[in-house]
């Protein structure tokens, strides 16, 4: 039989640590205040911010992200563009999937982060009464909510996945209309529910993919593709270009909701600081960067920017 002593040591020790959390909730609170504040101070002192944003913008927006905390996939590495192009029934299997959850993905809605950073960039006062905006918004998102909440000087690394390119003619149009191609050539599909994944995805599994129909173009029969930048291919200089010629032009860069673990993100930090330019971040988690920031708060995206121009909401 367990001496009664045991049974009272395991409920105080219990006790004890229902007492503690109020203590570590504190703490945790008083430390991320602190940090907001010395990020409302960083923001004051550079009013020309370079703005780069990823995924963590855009989760409580209901699209879920590739990593966790510690920057390590949570999932499967999405699809490459050399598999994409040459493996036919890879192409199905992105279809069929998109497919499904472009129903969600499409109906997302700009939450407060993006509200925040477009009232910012259309002109919110800085803490000491300056004016305050981003030379330049790049976001790493397709999602199109930096656009759809107000902004207007953005850059879209990845692309958009609201649109699809003809990759034989070049030719673009809205994925709706891919969307409903999709659904007339495969009606057996429109049923079938899946749990959504990042960037419009979703995890359909076991499905028979071969029988799965992607339409192609109507105009000259070419392959159709998501306009992102899939893995394994470039981003368009352009973007690159422009993006390097903002961040020549600011006093410092800012990164909200991504763990920059992605060279074609990354690269503006590297920029930064070989520009001597600081650098600040809003990110749960690790960052690739974490060595070079000068201000990181580790909480939600939303909250913060909404806090730090709160007179937006």
């Not at 960083?42 to 703005?51: E, I, K, S, W, Y």
């Not at 599909?189 to 173009?217: C, K, M, N, Q, S």
Request: net charge negative; charged share 25%; hydrophobic share 40%.
């Amino acid at each position: 039989m367990a001496e009664p002593v045991h049974e009272a040591s395991h409920e105080a020790s219990h006790e004890a640590a229902h007492e503690a959390a109020p203590h570590e909730a504190a703490r945790e609170a008083a430390q991320e205040a602190a940090a907001l504040d010395r990020l409302a101070d960083f923001v004051d002192r550079h009013p020309r911010l370079f703005v780069l944003t990823g995924a963590g913008c855009s989760t409580e927006s209901g699209i879920e992200d590739y990593r966790d905390a510690n920057g390590d996939w949570k999932r499967p590495m999405p699809t490459t563009y050399q598999a994409f192009t040459t493996d036919t029934l890879m192409r199905n299997r992105y279809w069929a999937r998109g497919m499904i959850g472009w129903r969600g993905f499409g109906r997302a809605r700009p939450n407060a982060a993006h509200a925040a950073l477009a009232h910012w960039e259309h002109g919110s006062a800085g803490h000491d009464g300056d004016r305050s905006r981003p030379s330049l918004l790049v976001t790493q998102n397709v999602d199109g909510l930096h656009e759809a909440a107000g902004s207007r000087n953005v850059i879209d690394l990845h692309g958009r996945l609201d649109r699809v390119r003809c990759l034989a003619c070049d030719a673009r149009f809205g994925r709706d209309a891919m969307q409903a191609d999709l659904e007339r050539c495969n009606p057996a599909w429109i049923g079938l529910d899946a749990r959504l994944g990042p960037d419009g995805d979703a995890d359909l599994e076991d499905a028979a993919f071969a029988d799965f129909v992607v339409p192609t173009h109507a105009g000259c029969g070419g392959m159709l593709k998501p306009d992102v930048v899939f893995f394994g291919e470039p981003v368009p200089r352009e973007r690159v270009d422009r993006a390097f010629a903002a961040l020549d032009a600011s006093d410092g860069m800012l990164v909200v909701g991504s763990s920059l673990m992605v060279y074609s993100g990354y690269r503006f930090a590297l920029g930064a600081a070989e520009r001597g330019l600081p650098i600040a971040a809003i990110n749960i988690g690790r960052t690739r960067a974490d060595a070079l920031l000068d201000v990181k708060v580790e909480a939600s995206a939303a909250r913060v920017l909404a806090r730090l121009f709160g007179d937006a909401f």
